[in-house]
Each structure stands twice: as structure tokens, then as C-alpha cells.
């Protein structure tokens, strides 16, 4: 038994010999039966006080690990003794699941937590997550920047900053948003960590359980899921080609009293539509009429590739009745979380004590250097940049799917994402499994469905995040699969494209 | 009227012109009974289609902005029908709190508001918030190693990273933590956006409306604040000078059933007082027997500037009923909000949805950064710097307050706080307003105390984050300031004293 001890630790050295002594009997390095040396002989082996290795063994007696036998000395007792000693002494497991709270519903959802997991797998093709491309930054010229940014705010990047944000980054933010229609003040500007926390915020400002809030139909998963957490439930509105369908709204919001409308009104998650300026406009009208915020959530809109830019529906809202939520995780990159939420000064004073108790403020470092880089020429260098970039991984995905007839897609004018029909007549899980199998990762459509299983037989595609060549390979990979399955079945193309025209 | 127009942006022309138009009018540049120039005319003078400028009228006329007369052309309507107009339009106010969920109480607490704005105030001596000194750090180092940094994680530091926090950072911590005796493996612990998270997670998790929770009297405001908003009913343990009282406690987990006891042990918040062992033991096992989760927050622990340390209660805790909560926001730097928390399996497990739902991982870049830091020698050589570092802050002050005999407080043998008394003939009121007024911020007792004020008469000090100039010229004025009120007025120093020892 080999002890080593540091006098000048800051624990004590009795603890120093239980813990490593301790550790053997759990590792098993010293056996059951073992007998420890004297505490004399111990003592003299590394020159320390006798009562130092007395304190040190009685503590190990407390625990259960060892005991003294006349004539024999300390011996170690055996497992057995050990674990039925433990469970004698209070360690009762709690009952934990009394303990949760049931404000909070925690249905499990792994499909998020494999993205992540994923993240590091070289050999798999993600279309999966909603994750910007890792090229998009130059890493040298990103350096540069960041040594200026050091020198330029030196310890500020270190320190705490305001829980709304820092001055810079809202004020940067103030002047995107004007070149954009929307103009607001920085005190009606929130930064918060990623969108997605604006979202969580607001689900924890508006719902308590039984609330109804109305979505689109399909949605952003994340969203479906927070709201489902908070036990809100769920009206869904379907999609049709320019937005969702009104008149469904409107009798929505005749019957019920939804807490908030929740849209993405550009490029949206996962279908790609655009909603059009004349339902933007018509949205807002009936949301003031039935008096029910909006929550406009933007992630996306920057990246178009084609066509005019049509207006958020928040820069034709007067009286702060639209809350707007968007982030720079598409458009720069996620790793900072770094997103803003835009709203009247009644629902920015409760988020600040919701942020307050969450996170206190969101990274000043990040916040710095994402000001930097708005209020430079680098953000609309990098905008222009990284349109043309996705526009030709846009178009080589849709090109692929497009010469296999059996999956068909959307073509989005901008965003991350094809939403893609497979033909009825293929198993919807035995192609999910197939493609794991080939090491593809995609979006099952249901994830996108608050009620029920409409999403069966849809995939979302994300073009964004691979490279061209991954690209390529997995998309070919992918319509082939379709192919071999569809083989030798009995295939309604007609049907499928009228569930297409119906849907996207 | 002079208008710019850009051919190449994303906003139409013709939207570019009314905007212009519309904050012309709204600022009142142009004003009432204004003429627009004809369509031909601007049309001629922008270079543009005529139809443009057609549009551009049309959306002023629907905005109820501009109003066609004929025989006159395009003229702008008095701010009385823009007004009348707009509210005869839908722009009904919101409701806005009858939209507000039931399910969190948001009180208004400024106090933590108040520290943020007061950052950039160069004339306030600020010993209110409980931010480390941001001298701590030197600058030319953290430019060096974030070069470094940037060389060897590249990409990584951009991208996001998995839900629990990187695995570079988790090992890191799990190596610190062996080096205290806390025995864990890596799937045990997630990374936090700063403690404050953990706190607001495990309030989530924990609290629904009507709950029971045990903190120690006084503690922590944020802690007292979250429960409070999450509808928790707090009991509260008196501290006595080795920790929180344990038969008040036993007499509490006996009657009721709270949901988990919160205890800081280590240079307590606000009191600096440090849980005897024989408590910690002792405390675990009444947790165990009653069945009650402990959460141990230990922000300040590692910064003991004299005698030995005492091992954690989490050391002891062999079947993961100690929930630990930490952070480097005290021993390094606070703005990358980077926090730890460390749970079983059943608590980890829920506690990666309610990240994920909130802000999906803590910022990348930060956590690189600091699993550089703790697994170099740095963070050991820092720590032994911050020691003395704020050893000295804190002898200044102690000293300077000792020799005002009217002010009484701890010497705590780490942490940041002092703990002080003010004598009873002085008005509370009277000389918060009065040190406000010399620039100088505290933090007044009460909020410390989650029932009733029994907090009045006593201030907390942070010594940690002014320089010793502002440290001496600060806390002078505030002892000469004790001292002016106490004059002429009735004191009893006796009662004084007694109250100190039954508090502090």
C-alpha cells in the first residue's frame, strides 16, 4: 500500500490517507481482509504525527470500510459488509420523481441531443441539424479581428455587461433593424442567449399549463417543445403556399383565447415558405382585431438568394403588439449564442427579471464581438458571402432530388431548408433506418407536427452545414435509397403530388 | 423634400421612398397640409418608373399619412387625423397582463439593475455587487493564450457544442473536483451559463406553486428571488457562527416536506461564515434521513485566504443527494458566464431539457478557453495570485472598519464579502441615503433575508472588486459617515455587540 502525502495541501493530511486508502477499497486495489499497517508504523513511514493516522483510520471506520480487531489490527471488510453497511446507514435513495415539479412536462426528445452528439462524427453526412456551415468563417482573418477586439475593449470583453446587453451590440443591432423598417429604440431591445432563449422566455412569460398558443402547421420543433413543456396547448394553423391559412386563424381566434401567435414568416422551419406581404399585413390586422401578440420569429429572413425581400410583418406594427426574435447563429455562427428579442417596454421589463434569474446577461465577449463586426463593413461583406454560398448548396441538393422523380421538394428563394415528400408507397421508418445505416443523418417530418402524425413520410433537409462534396455523396445516396425502396411496389405518383401541392 | 434612393438594395424603391416619406412626416420635417411633389415630378427627378412612385403614394395613403385632393395633388394630413386615424385603425392596447402567466411572480427587485448601470460610472465606489476585481486578469496573458487558443480549437470555438458543455471543459472540472475529494465521472456534470443557471434550473425542476424550500437566513437575494418567483413558500435556518442551525432545521424537515435546502458553506452569502465539518456531516445525514436533496452552492470556496480547507458536503455524499453548484465567475471572470453543476443521472437527465430548451449550450468559445486554463498550471499559479490579491483588499477594509468602533463586522477567512452591523441609534434609511449621495453603493441587509427585515442595520461589503485607493478612500468615508449619525444620539453599545454575536 503506497500513500503519498502533500504537507502543504489545502486538505488536511488525515484526509489525504482516508481518501487514498478509501479509493483502494473501492477500487479494489486492496482487498477484503487486507489488515492496514500500525498506525505507529504508518506514522513513522511518513513522518507524521501518530494521531494524524488515528484520525485518518477512525474516519475509515465511520464510513464502514474498515475495522479493528484485537489481536489483529485494522482489517478491510468485505464488500459484502461494505454495501449492506451503506444501505444501513441513510442512504435511502431519494424519491426523486416526487420531488419534480409538474409545472414542467418533460417528454424526452433525443433528436436534438444526437445532432450535438454527432457533431464530431466524420464519416456521417448531416443534413440533420438546423446548423450553419463551419467554412463559412475564415478562422485567420476571425483571429484578426479578435486581436483588434482585445486591444479596442480590453478587460470590458472579461467583464460582466448590463442584463439587456451591451450599448454597442443593441445599438448595432438598432441600426440593422432600421435598414430593415423597423425602427425601434435600444431600450426596446433585449440580446439574449441565441433566439432560442427568447423563445423559452416568452413561453415562460405567457403560458401557464392549460393555455392554448397557435403555431404554424408544421413548425419549428423547438418551439412545439417548449410550449408542450410549459403544458400550453397547441392550435395549429396548416401552411399553404404564401404563409398560413387565414381563415383557419381567424376562426381560431374567434372561438379561443390564444396567449400569443407564433410564425416564422420567412423561410420557414421547416417548409421554406415565404409568407406574402398582403397575409403579413392581414396577420397583424386580425391579431390587433382579436388582441393577440405575435411572435415573430426571424432567423433566416437575411439569407434570400433570389427576389425582393418582403417587409416583416414587425416593421408595419405601431403600438408593439409583434415581438421579433432573431439571432446571428445563421448568418455568423451559433458558438457565441448570440440572439435578440424585440418588444414594448411591458413585456422587455419581465424579461429582464426572467433573464436576470436564467443568466444574469448573455457572454460579454461575444456581445463585443458581434458589434464589431455589424457595425463594420465585414457583416454585409460576409452577408453577401455567404448568400452565394448556400445558393449553390441550395441548388446542387435540389438538383439531385430533382432528377430522382420519386422524392419531391420545394425550392426555397433563401433559408437552410428542403422540405421533402417521399412517395407513400415507401415505409417511412424502414427508410429512416436505411439511411442511419449509410451514416445520413436527416429530420423525420412528425418532429414538426404538434398534434399528431401528419409529418409521416416528410424530411427536412439541411444544405447548409456540409460541404458540396458531402452534398453530392449524400443526396445521391439518399434518392437512391428512395429508388430501391419505391422498386417493385405499387407507386400513385398522382396522389403524392396532390399531398405535395396540399402541403408545401 | 430631398430623397435617397439606393437601386441595389433589398428594399423596393418604391417602400425606400415611403419610408423616407413617413419619418419625414412622423419627425415633422414635413408638415401639415405639405404637397408631395406630383408623381411625374418625382418620378423625373429620382430616375424612376413613374408606377414607383404611384406605389410609394398609395402605401401613404393607406397608412392614412398623405391624402389625395384633386385639383391640389398629394397632401399631408394634420398629426390630429394621423392620429385619430391610427386609432381608429386596430391598435387597441394589448392587455398585456392579463397575458402574463400565473405561474411566476415577478417582483420588481432593481438592486442587481442597479450594479449593471453603475458599472461605467468611474466616480462610484462600488462595494454592492458581487463581481470579482477586474484587475485580476492581465490582459497581454489573455490575448497570448486566446491566440493560442484560437490556433489549436480553430473552428470549434465558432460551432456550437453538445448540450451538457464540451468534454474538454467537463474534464477539466472533473480533474479539479478529484483534487477535492469530489469523486465523479464526466457524465455527471453540465456546464451552466454561470451557477445563476443551475439555480434557475434546479428552481424549475424543483418548485411548483405552494412548495416548501429551506435557505439559510440570510443567504443569497438571487436564490431567495428565483424561489419566490417560482411561488415557493422559503423557510428559513437561522446562521449561527458555524453554519446554519441544525436543530431549527431538524424541527423543520420533521413538520413539513420541502422540496431541497440550499445551503452555501463555504464564505457564506452574505454572512462569509464557513460550515463547521462536523455540521456538514451532520446536515448530509439529517438531508438523508428525511429525504430531502441538499443543493450545495459553492461559488466562493476555493478563495481561502487562511487556514485549512474543509472538505465540501458533496465529498461525502455517496449517493448523489448533493446537488453542487459552481462557477469561475469569482476566481477568474465572470463575462463568459461559465458555471458547472454537478447531479445523478435523474437530475442531469432533466435538467439537459430544460437547457436545451433554454439556450441549447452554454457559449463554445468561453468553455475552450477555460478548460485551457484549468488544465495548464494557470489556473493554479491565478488562484494563488487571487488569494493574496484579495487577502489584502480584504485586511484594508477590515482594518479601516475595526478602527471605527461603531461599526462592527466578520473577518472572514475568505470569499468576498464583509458582513457589517450598523449600530442601532443609526437610521437605516437615513445612511443608505447618505453614503448614495457620496457615491458610494452597498448592499443593503434586508434583501438578504427572505422573511421580513430583520436584515435592517446591516450592509454587505464586496472588498473584491474596487482598488485599494477606492478600497481606503471608500470605506473611510462610509466609517466617518457611521459615525457622523451616531453623534449626539442615545447608543447602546452593549445591545449592540449582543446582536452581533447572536447574528453573525
Given amino acids: 500500500m503506497q500513500l503519498s502525502i502533500t504537507k502543504n495541501s489545502k486538505t488536511p493530511i488525515y484526509r489525504q490517507i482516508k481518501n487514498q486508502i478509501s479509493k483502494f477499497i473501492y477500487t479494489g486495489i486492496i482487498p477484503e481482509n487486507y489488515i492496514l499497517p500500525s498506525e505507529r508504523k504508518l506514522s513513522d513511514q511518513l513522518n507524521i504525527n501518530r494521531s494524524t493516522v488515528v484520525n485518518a483510520y477512525e474516519e475509515l471506520k465511520a464510513d464502514g470500510l474498515v475495522e479493528s480487531i484485537v489481536g489483529k489490527g485494522t482489517i478491510v471488510l ?8 451503506q444501505q444501513a446507514s441513510p442512504a435511502l435513495p431519494l424519491p426523486w420523481n416526487q ?11 433525443n433528436i436534438l441531443e444526437k445532432s450535438f452528439h454527432k457533431l464530431n462524427n466524420k464519416s456521417l453526412i448531416s443534413f440533420a441539424a438546423g446548423f450553419a456551415s463551419p467554412d463559412i468563417v ?24 448590463p442584463i439587456v446587453g451591451t450599448p454597442q451590440l443593441q445599438n448595432s443591432i438598432k441600426n440593422l433593424l432600421f435598414s430593415k423598417d423597423i425602427q425601434i429604440s ?35 420543433m423547438n418551439t412545439i417543445q417548449i410550449c408542450k413543456a410549459r403544458k400550453a396547448k397547441i392550435l395549429s394553423v396548416p401552411m399553404e403556399d ?13 372561438k379561443y383565447s390564444p396567449k400569443f401567435i407564433y410564425t416564422i414568416p ?37 439569407l434570400r438568394f433570389e427576389k425582393e425581400q418582403i417587409p416583416s410583418i414587425k416593421s408595419f406594427d405601431q403600438n408593439n403588439h409583434v415581438i421579433y426574435l432573431s439571432s446571428f447563429s445563421k448568418i455568423l455562427f451559433m458558438g457565441f449564442r448570440i440572439g435578440y428579442l424585440i418588444a414594448g417596454s411591458k413585456v422587455i421589463e419581465k424579461l429582464i427579471m426572467l433573464k436576470k434569474y436564467s443568466d444574469l446577461h448573455t457572454n460579454s465577449f461575444g456581445q463585443y464581438l458581434f458589434s464589431e463586426l455589424l457595425s463594420s463593413s465585414f457583416y454585409q461583406q460576409h452577408l453577401k458571402k455567404a448568400k452565394q454560398f448556400y445558393k449553390i448548396k441550395r441548388d446542387t441538393m435540389y438538383e439531385i432530388i430533382q432528377n430522382n422523380s420519386l422524392l419531391k421538394c420545394n ?15 415507401i415505409n417511412y421508418y424502414e427508410f429512416l433506418k436505411k439511411i442511419e445505416n449509410e451514416n445520413i443523418a436527416v429530420l423525420p417530418g412528425d418532429i414538426f407536427f404538434p398534434n399528431g402524425n401528419t409529418g409521416d413520410n416528410f424530411i427536412r433537409l439541411n444544405y447548409a452545414y456540409e460541404d458540396l462534396a458531402k452534398i453530392k455523396v449524400g443526396t445521391e445516396k439518399l434518392t437512391s435509397i428512395v429508388s430501391k425502396l419505391a422498386k417493385n411496389k405499387h407507386i400513385s405518383y398522382e396522389k403524392v403530388e396532390n399531398e405535395i401541392e396540399a402541403l408545401v
Same sequence: chains 1, 2.
Fill in 78 to 85: 468485505p464488500q459484502q459488509a461494505l454495501s449492506s453497511n
Fill in 266 to 302: 420567412d423561410f420557414q422551419n421547416p417548409t421554406g415558405i415565404v409568407m406574402s406581404l398582403e397575409k403579413r399585413k392581414r396577420l397583424l390586422k386580425l391579431a390587433n382585431q382579436y388582441q393577440v401578440p405575435i411572435i415573430e420569429d426571424n432567423p433566416l429572413g437575411e
Fill in 242 to 254: 404564401d404563409g398560413l391559412n387565414l381563415e383557419i386563424l381567424e376562426t381560431y381566434l374567434k
Fill in 99 to 109: 420531488l419534480f415539479s409538474d409545472c414542467i412536462d418533460f417528454k424526452p426528445s
Fill in 138 to 161: 475564415s478562422i485567420p482573418q476571425m483571429q484578426e479581428i479578435i486581436q483588434l477586439l482585445i486591444q479596442k475593449y480590453s478587460k470590458l470583453l472579461f467583464q460582466p455587461c
Fill in 411 to 425: 425550392k426555397p428563394d433563401g433559408g437552410f431548408y428542403l422540405w421533402c415528400k417521399l412517395p407513400d408507397s
Fill in 186 to 220: 435600444t431600450k426596446q431591445i433585449m440580446i439574449t442567449s441565441g433566439s432560442q432563449q427568447g423563445i423559452d422566455f416568452l413561453s415562460q412569460l405567457f403560458i401557464q399549463p392549460g393555455d392554448l398558443v397557435i403555431v404554424e402547421e408544421p413548425t419549428f
